[in-house]
């Protein structure tokens, strides 16, 4: 009798340090360090970070914000294990360097697309009625940008450089409009005004074009758990609201629903991906 309560005793002690190993494998604590923003712009990822905290409560996470350079340096940095996580464009060439997080992180914000003409060119670009029209005009890109390879991809006419302004570039007619999310377009161009001095060109109010563009986070590519924490913790963030609401109350997205719910506004899609 003796030796069975033993044997109970021992396997219910087995049971429990097991149970307690699992959860263990399950729920750690951790510090998640992440670039700390220099521009405003990318304050909304911070705040979508925290909400991949507090939808993941089985893991005690800790936000760390590290001074970060450019992208190039971010990723040397998570190579070493500085850095645990960036956020970027959906980009081809960099997933295979890293592994995307697959969730998009600015449903279709990022994307949607102003164009930065001269103010005696508006009414030409009002008067376009296909994308055909818009794709013989010639469009100022960064060389190095996703945006240009999509273009290029679409058979648009794409001028692009990794020096010069493209302000006076546009204002002296190299090309006919220049690119940048809408939701920072007018910031583009107050800037242009104020340090330039470039004033003859503005933000066509009434044509915009929504690329194949999002972005993604990204962590090392052998950094398989880390990715599944911020899926499911994203995911758990879309399913109750949250996701949606912190992206409502973003700079970014009310910036873009001042176009967006623009009557008279022409929106071009270039569909497909690189």
Known sequence: MKGNNFLMLFLRVTSVAMLCLLIAAKAFAFDLKVPKPSDPAHN????LLKLVVQHAPEHNINLVEIPTGNRRYQISLIDTGDLDLMWAPKNNELEQQMRAV????????????GLIVRKSDV??????????????????????????RILEAHNFTAVSTLRGSFAHMLDGGRFDYYLTPIFKAQTVVDRWAAQENIEDVMVHPDV????????????????????????????NAIESGDFEALLKQSHEYKAAEVYLNNQNQTIFDVTGSI
């Open 102 to 113: 697959q969730v998009a992180l600015d449903q279709d914000v990022l994307g949607v697309t």
């Open 208 to 235: 915009l074009i929504k690329l194949p563009l999002t972005s993604y986070f990204y962590v090392r590519k052998d950094n398989q758990r880390l990715a599944s924490i911020i899926t499911d913790a994203l995911h």
């Open 123 to 148: 009414g030409r670009f009002s008067a376009l009625s296909n994308i055909n029209q818009l794709k013989s005009l010639k469009a100022g890109v960064q060389k190095a940008s996703v945006t240009r």
């Open 44 to 47: 909304h990822k911070i705040a």
